[in-house]
T-cell receptor, first 116, second 116 residues
């Protein structure tokens, strides 16, 4: 079974600075998808960014980018120019591209604090 | 367009009572998921439906839990009898078939259940 590990329970960053959240995963599959979801205090889960394993290019969405290292099974999220609204719990998630692809497996989460 | 709607937002009940959580997915979505979030176990997939049919219920913890989707616009998750260890936030999420292959699930705001 696939597992996702986020080794940083909490992180903090100064407003306007850059922060990187770590994620590693374990799988024997070669084709899969990886995601970062954001959960603000409102509790609603919001998709931040996705990466297809077959793509070598790292995904970027405005101030959010990933560093995808397939061989190392590492998938970190970089937030540039951090804003107060970025404060939230961030979850890394894995999804197989196979027949069980509908199941999203989440990491434990990293609580991000943004200091003014 | 309205997002995924869950009710109730908060439920406090006593051990042994029946609990029913409700979900209205986004109109037109053909997949529906129930997740449970706890501090100890993180986010767990309980069950998911495709076109109102349960596809994978391997995450349902035990027979006290049941889920139904009588039509495309409504689903329930029932716990009978409830126990204190069922206390958690329960999320409903929906997606379109195409989004299954990009991973984007749209989540509701969750139902926080407390069993005393």
């Amino acid at each position: 079974a696939q597992t996702v590990t986020q080794s940083q329970p909490e992180m903090s960053v100064q407003e306007a600075e850059t922060v990187t959240l770590s994620c590693t995963y374990d799988t024997s599959e070669s084709d899969y998808y990886l995601f970062w979801y954001k959960q603000p205090p409102s509790r609603q889960m919001i998709l931040v960014i996705r990466q297809e394993a077959y793509k070598q290019q790292n995904a970027t969405e405005n101030r959010f980018s990933v560093n995808f290292q397939k061989a190392a099974k590492s998938f970190s999220l970089k937030i540039s120019d951090s804003q107060l609204g970025d404060a939230a719990m961030y979850f890394c998630a894995y999804r197989s591209s196979g027949t069980s692809g509908s199941r999203l497996t989440f990491g434990e989460g990293t609580q991000l604090t943004v200091n003014p | 367009d309205a997002g995924v709607i869950q009710s109730p937002r908060h439920e406090v009940t006593e051990m042994g009572q029946e609990v029913t959580l409700r979900c209205k997915p986004i109109s037109g979505h053909d997949y529906l998921f129930w997740y449970r979030q706890t501090m100890m176990r993180g986010l767990e997939l309980l069950i998911y439906f495709n076109n109102n049919v349960p596809i994978d219920d391997s995450g349902m913890p035990e027979d006290r839990f049941s889920a139904k989707m009588p039509n495309a616009s409504f689903s329930t998750l029932k716990i009978q009898p409830s126990e204190p260890r069922d206390s958690a936030v329960y999320f409903c999420a929906s997606s379109l078939l195409q989004q299954q292959y990009t991973g984007e699930l749209f989540f509701g705001e969750g139902s926080r259940l407390t069993v005393l």
